[in-house]
């Protein structure tokens, strides 16, 4: 049938589900913004709020085809989160996370199959991520909550909302919405997933001399002798919030998680466009089904087609009036967020100082990602295939308080005055 030929195909599913996130997001975040907030209890940490979407069709298009529900997960102790802690304007959240244009790393970056979705101010993370880390997330909310509480400048990942996509035939899609550690107005000269752990970790470099966007890891930075440039003062505080996130995460008995390095060198500033010149945007023009409504229905004015336009154009927060290739983003800090929390406070970062606390010419985008793996069965089976091939310890799904130290140890020997990260490596 070529009528539902024109629109399935990858764009089409992407856009479809983007589509349903950012009105679920929309409209559940209207709905408890217009209530006046109140003291948490208990039960707004188990709390799910559901909603269905009705997209009215004809013969043609089968409503069911595109009706989807939603569901929003502890709305209650995410606003806390965002407004109190977070420092998150609501309108900011609304606005960004519902603009005309989305940006899209297409495709996965890890070998989850989780997909990633920057808002357009490249703010804001839509990460899908897999049943069971969103089981998971929900179990370890409250332990999550009042760490963030604890620990204003905590390092992990800041979680904005949880939700739950379902579109027709069942398929579910969980999905976080999180910090973006890279910020829009500097370029990632380069960029570290590190663990802590050696075996398998590195990129292939002659690849990476390649591309200036790869993500490197834990044998790369070994050997290519870097070194957390952090005088007495950041060192501390940084070592500090560090063993403090990784207490929670052995305590949480999650595993996997890296702690992610983002460096620009401010010698060469943004003048080689890392970064700028790869963005692109996510460019469906507007629902699948108006568009096709354009094309091929019988009459642009039959009743049907008159009240989707009408109902498009009063709910499609993701239309674009003209497409480009690229987003232009902002050279100047657009300030927001980070000037509340003192790893994100210079240029959005943490600037490198010498042994004398000064200033030095780069900046490091960091923070803990990832966070929500548990020690599963299918970890524990991993453990036991990849432990039969090499050394138990250094192999990356070890349990979790061993993964946990390994991983802090491995963060302080990396920075200035540690003994570096060659004693990590396999023999
Ligand atoms: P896997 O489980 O295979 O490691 P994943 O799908 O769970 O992959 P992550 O490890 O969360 O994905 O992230 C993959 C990559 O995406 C990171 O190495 C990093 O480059 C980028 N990324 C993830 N989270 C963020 C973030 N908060 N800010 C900036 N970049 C991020
Ligand atoms: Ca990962
Ligand atoms: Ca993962």
């Known amino acids: 049938n070529p009528l539902v030929g024109n629109v399935i195909g990858e764009g089409h599913v992407n856009y ?12 559940a975040f209207s709905r408890w913004q217009a209530k006046a907030r109140r003291p948490l209890t208990e039960e707004d940490f188990t709390a799910c709020h559901k909603y269905s979407f009705d997209i009215i069709g004809n013969e043609l298009t089968p409503s069911a085809k595109y009706d989807f529900k939603f569901k929003d997960y502890s709305p209650w102790v995410f606003r806390e989160l965002r407004e109190d802690y977070f420092h998150i304007e609501p309108a900011d959240y609304l606005v960004s996370l519902t603009a005309k244009y989305i940006l899209s790393e297409l495709g996965s970056p890890g070998k989850s199959g989780s997909f990633f979705y920057f808002s357009r101010d490249y703010r804001f993370i839509i990460k899908t991520i897999h049943h069971n880390e969103h089981k998971f997330l929900r179990r370890i ?4 909550y009042n760490h963030v509480k604890n620990n204003p400048h905590t390092l992990l990942s800041r979680f904005y909302g949880l939700h739950r996509v379902k579109l027709p035939r069942g398929r579910k899609i969980h999905f976080v919405i999180m910090n973006n550690l890279f910020p829009p107005h500097k370029d990632i000269h380069e960029t ?3 663990k802590g752990s050696t075996v398998g970790r590195e990129y292939p470099e002659e690849k990476a001399q390649k591309n200036p966007r790869a993500v490197l890891k834990d044998l790369n930075w070994i050997n290519r002798g ?4 952090l005088g007495p003062e950041k060192r501390a505080l940084l070592t ?7 207490e929670l995460l052995k305590r949480l008995y999650v595993m996997d998680y890296s702690l992610l390095v983002g460096i620009h060198n401010m010698q ?11 963005l692109k945007v996510f460019s469906p023009e507007i629902h699948p089904l108006t568009r096709r409504k354009k094309t091929q229905s019988k009459g642009p004015s039959s009743p049907e087609a008159i009240a989707l336009r009408r109902i498009m154009r009063e709910s499609d927060p993701v239309r674009l009036d003209s497409a480009g290739p690229t987003i232009q983003l902002p050279d100047e800090d657009i300030g927001g967020e ?13 600037r490198a100082t010498d042994e004398t606390n000064g200033d030095m010419d780069t900046i490091y985008y960091l923070g ?10 299918f970890k524990k089976l991993e453990h036991f295939w990849k432990g039969l091939k090499a050394d138990r310890h250094k192999i990356s799904p070890v349990p979790p308080v061993e993964y946990g130290n390994r991983f802090f140890s491995f963060m302080k020997a990396i920075m200035r005055g540690g003994e570096g990260g060659a004693k990590f490596k396999s023999e």
């Open 338 to 350: 980070r000037q509340y929390f003192i790893f994100y406070q210079d240029e959005g970062g943490l």
């Open 141 to 144: 909310l409250k332990e999550y």
């Open 268 to 278: 060469r500033g943004n003048k080689d466009n890392v970064r700028r010149n790869t």
């Open 192 to 194: 570290y997933d590190l």
């Open 16 to 27: 479809v589900l983007m589509y349903n996130m950012l009105t679920g997001i929309r409209t």
């Open 368 to 377: 803990v990602i990832d966070i929500l793996t548990p020690y599963t069965t």
């Open 240 to 246: 500090e919030q560090l063993r403090r996130d990784s």
């Open 226 to 229: 870097k070194t957390l440039e």
